[in-house]
């Protein structure tokens, strides 16, 4: 078994913009501890991004500034945006390293409106499912209903999540039902206290004052998530990591003071959920290595709360992921860069961790060969041929091959989109084409074995920008559910006047003039089509 760290962030912004440096809240490595390896995947949720009815459509295209932020940070690191959800001011962002882009599967995306009865958006929950390495993943973010008096409203909203949350894939129509849930966001449940005992917020503010070493039971006994975990009513399938920070809510914005208009109480959570007897012959294990808040982040009266997970997966990673590497930087005026001197993929799976680094619970834990232990586990890889050639604007026919694994069936919503060598965001596609309109395929297909299949681009159904790009193969059976099949070394497109240009392997601007932004959906509405069309025309920062 291989394990992936993920890292969840989880922070209440009070319609406020990102006023602070956000490099210390993802604990990128520092000049004390350069080697220390970033996460696998950041998940990060946030609530109260300012949204306004008057601004519906605005936000359902362009990005809002705190994604915008995390964009820059992550992609700068190398991340990929592999889905984003937005629900009104409440945001999930899932990022990952590119070496796993092509083992994520049936992606897809969810929301759940708990507000006014569920009639609005500014409550409830939005979510993200995928397939990884032969597990199903659950992120779910969300913004229950405030104040100490409305438990009965946070019980009821948790319930009508779980229940209204469903996805495509049976096994995993249901939000309970995979391998790994992390459910994180303002909770929104308080401190409540006896009526003998029922202490005042200056009170509690005292209390907090005279607790020793991060010790502090004698106020979450007291907390409402705790009970209602207890009574079975709310979230009794979750755990949660031991609490060793003060509460996050209320402070007065800009200071580490609180708010004594409130009770301070813990409102902002991380909790998880581990099937693990899903599979035979393997156990699997979500190891908690931190959980803390992040106290000089001042701009909103919420704390940010971070925690960091070691999740074990079931197959091991093959050599084919991809691994880190370098950016391909090419200016426009140096556009006869050939193939060879483009990085390429590296075929190392890179330096994850695996069993060696973590001893197992159990020798079940451990397996020698996946293929023996997991017969009902498919990869469905598509593999790009090298393109050595390059695609001039204008051509009447450009062509390249792919190799379908054996268990690939096209469906009819299979496309390949074109992205920018450089590219941060599944959703950043230039240009695309269905794959049952430009595959050809070259052999006849024997069943159980690998086929490769010519891909037929005419003229006018390319970029029109020289750059260098990528090809991406994406299964779609269904509007809602993708998966990444196989991504293509970059590639260059040139003009044909530029055929003499020379290469300067230093420069330092894309080739392509495609908006790297993401647009997030809003409400359940997918704008990722819709805003394509203004990032060609549009600067958008």
């Not at 009574?231 to 007065?252: D, Q």
């Not at 496309?415 to 430009?438: C, E, M, P, Q, R």
Request: charged residues 25%; negative net charge.
């Amino acid at each position: 078994m291989n394990t992936l760290k993920f890292y969840f962030v989880t922070w209440n912004v009070a319609t406020k913009s990102p006023s602070q440096d956000l490099n210390a809240l993802l604990d990128f490595p520092s000049q004390f501890n350069k080697h220390k390896p970033l996460p696998d995947f950041y998940v990060i949720g946030l609530q109260e991004v300012k949204s306004q009815p008057q601004n519906m459509v605005m936000d359902s295209i362009f990005t809002d500034q705190w994604t915008s932020t995390f964009n820059k940070i992550l992609c700068r690191q190398g991340f990929v945006i592999a889905k984003s959800m937005r629900l009104q001011g409440i945001v999930i962002l899932v990022y990952t390293q590119m070496k796993h882009l092509t083992r994520l599967r049936d992606i897809q995306a969810q929301y759940t409106k708990t507000g006014f009865g569920g009639l609005w958006g500014n409550k409830g929950a939005v979510s993200v499912r995928f397939n990884l390495y032969g597990c199903s993943f659950c992120l779910i973010n969300s913004h229950l209903a405030a104040h100490e008096h409305a438990l009965s409203d946070r019980i009821t909203a948790c319930n009508i999540i779980l229940q209204e949350h469903t996805y495509e894939l049976q096994e995993t129509s249901n939000i309970l039902y995979h391998d790994y849930v992390f459910w994180i966001g303002d909770l929104n449940f308080r401190l409540e206290f006896p009526d003998e005992i029922n202490l005042t917020p200056e009170e509690i503010v005292e209390q907090l004052q005279k607790i020793e070493k991060d010790k502090y039971e004698s106020l979450l006994k007291y907390d409402q998530l705790f009970a209602v975990k207890d009574s079975g009513e709310a979230f009794s399938e979750f755990s949660e990591g031991e609490i060793r920070f003060p509460p996050t809510y209320k402070y007065a914005i800009n200071t580490y003071e609180y708010d004594l208009k409130r009770k301070p109480s813990w409102t902002d959570r991380v909790l998880y959920m581990v099937n693990p007897n899903n599979y035979e012959n393997i156990v699997l294990r979500a190891d908690l290595i931190s959980y803390n808040h992040v106290p000089h982040y001042m701009v909103s009266d919420h704390k940010p709360v971070v925690a960091q997970f070691n999740v074990k997966v079931r197959q091991t990673f093959p050599r084919t992921v991809l691994a880190e590497e370098p950016e391909t930087k090419v200016s426009r005026s140096s556009i006869r860069m050939r193939s060879a001197l483009v990085m390429p993929m590296n075929d190392e799976a890179g330096d994850l961790e695996t069993d060696a680094d973590i001893e197992p619970s159990s020798t079940s834990d451990v397996v020698d060969s996946a293929e023996e232990s997991f017969a009902d586990y498919t990869e469905k890889t598509v593999e790009f041929a090298p393109i050595s050639r390059i695609w001039y604007i204008g051509d009447a026919d450009f062509r390249t091959e792919c190799t379908l694994s054996h268990d690939v069936e096209i469906n009819q919503g299979d496309w390949i989109g074109i992205f920018d060598a450089n590219f941060h965001s599944l959703d950043d596609y230039i240009t695309y084409d269905y794959v049952s309109k430009v595959g050809v395929q070259e052999t006849p297909h024997v069943a159980g074995e690998s086929r490769t299949i010519t891909l037929s681009f005419p003229v006018g159904s390319g970029v029109r920008t020289p750059g260098f790009y990528r090809f991406i193969y994406f299964s779609q059976p269904s509007n809602d559910v993708k998966s990444v099949l196989g991504i293509s070394d970059p590639f260059e497109v040139s003009s044909k006047e530029d055929q003499l240009v020379s290469i300067d392997p230093c420069s330092e601007a894309s080739g392509s003039t495609v908006n790297t932004d993401v647009f997030t959906d809003f409400t359940g509405l997918d704008v990722a089509k819709l805003s394509r069309h203004f990032s060609n025309d549009l600067s958008i920062d």
